[in-house]
C-alpha cells in the first residue's frame, strides 16, 4: 500500500469500497477472485488497498479488539504487540505525565499509553505509518498528535518519559543483535536523558543486554513468548522478571550462572514457562516451589509435590525410560498408549525420527519427553497435572 492509495481509501469513495471488499470476507488465497469482482467498481489501486484492509483486519482480531475500526500495513501488523501486552507494558509508564512513543508505527503501543492515563507525543519517520497511525487514532477516538520526523535528529514537544520500539527487522531478515536496530537501543540512550523503555526481541543475547543497566522483562502470553522489555532509569525494579500473561503473575530476581543441584526424576516434573527459562530465572522458580534440577543444563525441575504455579506446567511421571527406542516403544505399549504429545527438551533425538520408529497401538495418550539426563538420551513417559 502506498500513502496515495491509503489517503484514497480514507475518501467516502474509499470507504465504500473498503465495505464492499469487506463484504466479500477475502483472503490471502482467495484474493484475486474478490480483486477481479471488486476492479469492475473502483480503481485498481484503491481495490487492492481495500482488499488487502480487508484481510489484514481479520488478521489483526487476535491482537486488537477494534481491529474492525482499525488499519494496518502487513510488516509493521507482524511486528505489532498483542494489545494485552502493549497495555501491561503501558502501566509501567502510569505515574508519567508525558510519554513518547518513539518509532509508533499502527499506534498499537500509543493506544495502550492513552489508555494507562498517559498523554502521548507519538513520533513516526515514515509518513505512510505516520498516516495509518492517525487514521487509527481517530477512528478510536483519541487525541494523539504524530510528529513526522526522525526521532534522532528532530525535535519534537519534551517528554517525562519514552518507550521505543526498534525496528528489528529487514524483509524476512530478523535481527537479535540490538546494535542493527533501528534505531539502535545505544542511539536513543545516548540522546534522551528520561526513564526509557524498550521493546526487544525475546531472543536477545544475555551478553547484550549485559550491556544495559537496567531490567530485562521477559513476557509470554498464553505460554508464548511474546517479547524482551528493558527498563531503563526509574522505570527499572530488579534485575531479571518473568511475567506471565494474561494473569499477570511476575517472578523477579538474578540471571545467574551457579551449579544447579539435579537428582534423579521424582514423582512431578516442572517445565518452567518460557518467559522464566529466558529470564534465567529457574533457580529462582525451583527454590519457590522445592524442586531441584534432572540435569544441569535442561531446565526441567522434579519434586516429589505438586506444587501448583503459573510458571510452570506439572507433569506427573510415568517412567523414566533410556536405551533404545525399543524399550520406549515397549513402555508405551504396556500402558496402552495410542497418542502421544512429543516434546525435545535437549535430546539428540529428533521428534520426527522417533514419532516414525515407535509404533503406538491403544487408546490412552501420554506425553513423552525427549531429554538427556547426565550422558544418557532419556524419555520421559509423562501426565499432565492440571492446576
Not at 502506498?2 to 481509501?9: D, H, Q, R
Not at 543441584?261 to 529470564?279: G, K, N, W, Y
Not at 526441567?300 to 525399543?326: E, I, N, Q
Request: hydrophobic content about 45%.
Amino acid at each position: 500500500m502506498t500513502l496515495t492509495s491509503f489517503e484514497a481509501l480514507l475518501t467516502p469513495h474509499g470507504q465504500t469500497a473498503l465495505a464492499a471488499a469487506t463484504d466479500l470476507a477475502p483472503t490471502e488465497a482467495g484474493f484475486l477472485a474478490c480483486f477481479d469482482k471488486l476492479g469492475k467498481r473502483f480503481d485498481a489501486d484503491l481495490a487492492k488497498a481495500a482488499i488487502e484492509t480487508a484481510i489484514l483486519r481479520t488478521k489483526a482480531a487476535s491482537k486488537f479488539p477494534a481491529a474492525a475500526k482499525m488499519y494496518f500495513v502487513r510488516e509493521a501488523l507482524e511486528q505489532s504487540t498483542h494489545h494485552l501486552v502493549a497495555m501491561h507494558r503501558a502501566k509501567r509508564f502510569a505515574a508519567y505525565g508525558t510519554v513518547v512513543d518513539l518509532g509508533c508505527g499502527l499506534g498499537a503501543d500509543a493506544i495502550a499509553l492513552t489508555h494507562a492515563g498517559c498523554r502521548v507525543i507519538a513520533v513516526e519517520r515514515d509518513p505512510l505509518r505516520a498516516r495509518i497511525a492517525e487514521a487509527n487514532f481517530a477512528a478510536l477516538g483519541l487525541d494523539i498528535t504524530v510528529h513526522v520526523v526522525d526521532g534522532l535528529v528532530d525535535e519534537f514537544p519534551p517528554c517525562d518519559a519514552l518507550f521505543c520500539d526498534p525496528a528489528r527487522r529487514d524483509g524476512d531478515h530478523r535481527y537479535l543483535d540490538t546494535d542493527a536496530y533501528a534505531p539502535s537501543p545505544c542511539e536513543v540512550v545516548e540522546r534522551f536523558r528520561v526513564p526509557i523503555g524498550f521493546k526487544l526481541a525475546p531472543g536477545i543475547a544475555r551478553s547484550d543486554l549485559a550491556r544495559y543497566d537496567g531490567e530485562a522483562e521477559f513476557v509470554s502470553l498464553d505460554g508464548e513468548l511474546k517479547e524482551c522489555a528493558l527498563w531503563l532509569g526509574p522505570l527499572a525494579q530488579c534485575e531479571r522478571r518473568a511475567t506471565i500473561l494474561p494473569s499477570g503473575a511476575s517472578l523477579t530476581g538474578s540471571d545467574t550462572f551457579e551449579a544447579r543441584e539435579t537428582t534423579p526424576p521424582l514423582q512431578f516434573l516442572h517445565l518452567p514457562d518460557a518467559a522464566v527459562i529466558r529470564a534465567g530465572l529457574e533457580p529462582v522458580l525451583a527454590e519457590q516451589i522445592g524442586a531441584a534440577f534432572l540435569d544441569g543444563i535442561q531446565p526441567l525441575l522434579t519434586s516429589d509435590t505438586h506444587t501448583a504455579t503459573p510458571f510452570a506446567k506439572v507433569y506427573r511421571l510415568d517412567a523414566a525410560v533410556s536405551g533404545s527406542l525399543s524399550r520406549l516403544a515397549d513402555a508405551l505399549r504396556e500402558r496402552g498408549v495410542g497418542r502421544v504429545t512429543w516434546m525435545n527438551l535437549g535430546s539428540p533425538r529428533v521428534v520426527e525420527t522417533v514419532r516414525k520408529s515407535v509404533k503406538l497401538k491403544g487408546t490412552a495418550h501420554r506425553t513423552v519427553i525427549l531429554t538427556r539426563l547426565g550422558d544418557a538420551a532419556t524419555a520421559l513417559i509423562v501426565d499432565r497435572v492440571e492446576s
